[in-house]
Antibody, heavy 121, light 107 residues
């Protein structure tokens, strides 16, 4: 079964950092691009960041560029998102998602259940 | 940046109705557009990729059309499980992507 399991969320103060992880199983992780997408309570989906299979292509939403860093470890079948300089409006459910392609960062066909990040003092 | 605008933001429909949702891009994106469904409390699901290609396992009552700046998701005969929020998403600007604001389909 193809599965993505996020972890690392929690309550953090503004300005602090957090690292999210996503453990993948049931497919050849190294063959696919991966994404982070977030959803604030009661709001729509916001794409956050994507990374190609070999980390050669990386993209960020304007709202997080310069503060968040996406990375992956294909040997560990894991995707990461380092969240720095956190703000209240970064509070959301963060989903890890698999792309349908390896190099092209384009389309998300498998999603995890998400991990919640709350930024508050 | 390319802005994605969905209309309507919500709609009411009945079982068996034909429903159409529009997504407009602020500039041409070719057919670099996907559609997702998110049922309440559930994770999003890819329905349509590349504007008109049906994702594996998605019922054929869902279809996508359009190119350039205007796209449409059509549900030919609304079923109870189709009450959900639908999002378009462009990947023309890959590796930076963007979702539309969503359309909630209600009874």
């Amino acid at each position: 079964e193809v599965q993505l399991v996020e972890s690392g969320g929690g309550l953090v103060q503004p300005g602090r950092s957090l690292r999210l992880s996503c453990a993948a199983s049931g497919f050849r992780f190294e063959n696919y691009a991966m994404h982070w997408v977030r959803q604030a309570p009661g709001k729509g989906l916001e794409w956050v960041s994507g990374i190609s299979w070999n980390s050669g292509r990386i993209g960020y939403a304007d709202s997080v560029r310069g503060r968040f860093i996406i990375s992956r470890d294909n040997a560990k079948n894991s995707l990461y998102l380092q969240l720095n300089s956190l703000r209240a409006d970064d509070s959301a459910l963060y989903y890890c998602a698999k792309d349908i392609f390896s190099a092209a960062i384009s389309s998300m066909d498998v999603w995890g259940q998400g991990t919640t990040v709350t930024v508050s003092s | 940046d390319i802005q994605m605008t969905q209309s309507p933001s919500s709609l009411s429909a009945s079982i068996g109705n034909r429903v159409s949702i529009t997504c407009r891009a602020s500039q041409s994106i070719g057919t670099h557009l996907n559609w997702y469904q998110q049922r309440p409390g559930k994770v999003p699901k890819l329905l349509i990729y590349a504007a008109s290609s049906l994702q594996s396992g998605v019922p054929s009552r869902f279809s996508g059309s359009g190119s350039g700046t205007e796209f449409t998701l059509t549900i030919s005969s609304l079923q109870p499980e189709d009450f959900a929020t639908y999002y378009c998403q462009q990947y023309y600007t890959t590796p930076a992507l963007a979702f539309g604001g969503g359309t909630k389909v209600e009874i």
